[in-house]
């Protein structure tokens, strides 16, 4: 079984801290995503890695960055805190970059930034 | 750009049918997802579709038409334990998705 997870499910934050999300997979999996879920804006892509050292930046990159020093862990970190950043962070791994390999998720974290 | 768009919420009586619609408009198509959630839980993954045509799941079966941008998945025999939100999402290359905004189906006694 895949397992990804997540380092914690509930975080709070002052606005302009620094925040570290760390997610690990256990399934020796190519592929890393981090992705942010918000009502009625479904989940949206912010960073992916193919590889370790290697990221790309989904659809809303601005205000975070990433990095995956070994294969199993991929971190997100805002740089600094913003309310607007207040969301539901999900972490995901594939297998491979083939388009129909099936992303497996962590369980989340909802950060609230205050 | 990507567009994903499917409906917001959607309620059904339990043993009944329903069929949630997606629509996308995406550049690089490289196939269509269906993934279900359950409230304060991960999403997992319920189907791939890469050609034309239905593919049958048990109780669930997801339809894709790549000329008319056009999928949807099918849940029969509705349980209450199907009460989740549904997320239709397109692939492009290097399984990079795209979501829609996910949507809930209640599913009542």
């Known amino acids: 079984d895949v397992k990804v997870t997540q380092s914690s499910r509930y975080l709070v934050k002052r606005t302009g801290e620094k925040v570290f999300l760390e997610c690990v997979q256990d399934?020796?999996?190519?592929?890393m995503f981090w992705y942010r879920q918000d009502p009625g804006l479904g989940l949206r892509l912010i960073y992916f890695s193919y590889d370790v050292k290697m990221k790309e930046k989904g659809d809303i990159p601005e205000g975070y960055s990433v990095s995956r020093e070994k294969k199993e862990r991929f971190s997100l970190i805002l740089e600094s805190a913003s309310t607007n950043q207040t969301s539901m962070y999900l972490c995901?791994?594939?297998?491979?970059?083939?388009?129909?390999?099936?992303?497996?998720f962590g369980p989340g974290t909802r950060l609230t930034v205050t | 750009g990507q567009n994903i768009d499917q409906p917001t919420e959607m309620t059904a009586t339990e043993g009944a049918i329903v069929q949630i619609n997606c629509t996308y408009q995406t550049s690089g198509f490289n196939g269509l997802f269906w993934y279900q959630q359950h409230a304060g839980e991960a999403p997992t993954f319920l189907s791939y579709?890469?050609?034309?045509g239905l593919e049958e799941k048990g109780r669930f079966s997801s339809f894709l038409s790549r000329s008319k941008g056009y999928s949807y998945l099918l849940l029969k025999e509705l349980q209450m334990k199907d009460s989740a939100s549904y997320l239709c999402a397109s692939s492009e290359a290097g399984n990079k998705l795209t979501f829609g905004g996910g949507t809930r189906v209640l599913v009542k006694p």
């Open positions: 579709n890469v050609l034309d």
């Open positions: 995901a791994s594939s297998l491979l970059s083939g388009s129909g390999d099936e992303q497996y």
């Open positions: 399934m020796d999996h190519e592929n």
